[in-house]
């Protein structure tokens, strides 16, 4: 199966987990319009809607992830709220958006892992604890 990678203004399709680790990383190292490694992800497959989405800012080291399909919340099991919002880039066309810190429950290394087995097997990753948004 083939999955869209949609960050920023940017779209690729990607059909093994190792190509879009690869693109995540790359997103992690780059500097976007408002100074920050700070930005959101949509991930779905190439012929529907984004299931996963992934707000990571790698220079507070910490990520939020929401199943979007049931608006599910993504935690990494010990990790606990971060101690501040993040900022991230949705669109370079527009201002930042702000995560709330008690969304900001996973490290930027299972996001990758959640992403990878997310591409790997089309379904809700398991690397994460899934809560309804309250």
């Not at 190292?29 to 920050?36: A, D, Y």
């Not at 010990?78 to 919002?85: I, K, L, Y």
């Not at 790997?120 to 398991?126: L, M, N, R």
């Amino acid at each position: 199966m083939t999955y869209r990678v949609e960050c920023d203004v940017a779209v690729d399709e990607v059909s093994t987990a190792g190509e879009a680790w690869r693109i995540m990383i790359d997103y992690m190292g780059t500097v976007f319009p408002h100074g920050r490694r700070a930005f959101a992800m949509f991930v779905g497959p190439s012929d529907a809607e984004a299931a996963l989405r992934l707000d990571v800012d790698a220079d507070v080291g910490r990520a939020a992830a929401t199943w979007l399909p049931d608006n599910g919340i993504g935690a990494e099991p010990g990790v606990p709220a971060c101690h501040v919002a993040l900022s991230v880039c949705e669109s370079s066309d527009d201002e930042p958006i702000a995560v709330p810190a008690d969304r900001a429950i996973v490290t930027p290394g299972a996001a990758l892992t959640a992403l990878e087995e997310y591409v790997s097997t089309g379904q809700k990753p398991t690397v994460l604890a899934w809560t309804s948004p309250s």
